[in-house]
């Protein structure tokens, strides 16, 4: 239709057939198009490597980017809000103890076997080949607590041979202590 009545589009503009994208999809007002990458085994972090690296070989156009997402940058959020949640139930276990054990040195002590946890947990992954992933991670989250458990449980017995019903020194209650909860800690820990 025109002001002057109907007006075959021929007339008015050059008609050809042409091939376009289905879609136009924008994000922030910047055109956008996705590549989806499927990983070949179990570890996305190794795949998504390997995507970063071909990316920064990239020679792309002016006012063109190449950026990571979907489950690759899920994953490394998910990492980041593990960590956090680790630093977090470690200063929390940390007040806990200060305020149960009235003592700022003995809760420092008991939070040097943390790093013991993770320790045995790296090399049990390196050890059977299982990337670190979610539930490796949420399974140093439970050993935190499982070692954290066993070191309240060896200091309080200790504090109570120093105490005033036994009045052993030190070393003597750090010895009887330690024998006595040998056993449940190692099978504790073993679990």
Not at 35 to 62: F, I, K, N, Y
Not at 92 to 108: M, N
Not at 114 to 140: E, H, K, M, Q
């Amino acid at each position: 239709p025109a002001a002057g009545g109907t007006v075959r589009l021929d007339e008015l503009a050059e008609v050809e057939e042409a091939l376009t994208v289905e879609t136009i999809t924008s994000s922030n007002d910047q055109r956008t198009a996705t590549v989806a990458v499927t990983p070949g085994g179990d570890d996305l972090g190794a795949t998504s490597g390997e995507v970063r690296d071909a990316l920064a070989g990239l020679d792309l156009p002016q006012g063109a980017a190449a950026e990571l997402g979907g489950a690759a940058t899920e994953q490394e959020t998910t990492f980041r809000q593990l960590g956090l949640a680790v630093l977090a139930a470690i200063a929390i276990v940390y007040v806990v103890l200060v305020a149960t054990f009235k003592s700022l040195v003995q809760p420092l002590v008991l939070l040097v076997s943390i790093p013991f946890a993770a320790t045995g947990a790296v090399l049990a992954l390196l050890a059977s080949g299982v990337p670190l992933g979610l539930a490796s991670l949420v399974g140093v989250l439970m050993l935190v607590g499982i070692v954290v458990t066993n070191a309240v449980v060896l200091i309080d017995l200790i504090n109570q041979y120093r105490g005033r019903e036994h009045r052993m020194d030190l070393e003597e209650a750090i010895e009887k202590g330690a024998t006595r909860r040998l056993r449940p800690i190692v099978m504790t820990a073993l679990a």
